[in-house]
């Protein structure tokens, strides 16, 4: 269950409950990778999904709505990284 931040703060920033859960497991995914960046000083979740989620509800996690690369696409290019 979400806490922190609010369902309605994050649905805000995002524009479905699917895309946020991709987008969030995507950043923390990121967030568990050594050297990553933070984009919070300070983070109130331990967890990696519940830093993400706070990262969306800051605004510092968008969703690029001008990207025309497909998911299988990026994917493929994250694991010839």
Sequence with gaps: MIIYPSIDK???KV???YSLAVLAAKRAHELET???IRMLSVYRSKKTVGQ???EV????VII???S???ER???KLDHEA
């Design 68 to 70: 025309k690369l497909l």
């Design 57 to 60: 509800a800051a605004g510092d």
């Design 10 to 12: 994050l649905l805000a």
């Design 34 to 36: 050594q050297g990553s």
């Design 64 to 66: 690029d709505p001008d």
């Design 73 to 75: 696409d990026a994917e």
């Design 15 to 17: 524009p479905s409950r």
């Design 52 to 54: 993400a989620l706070e």
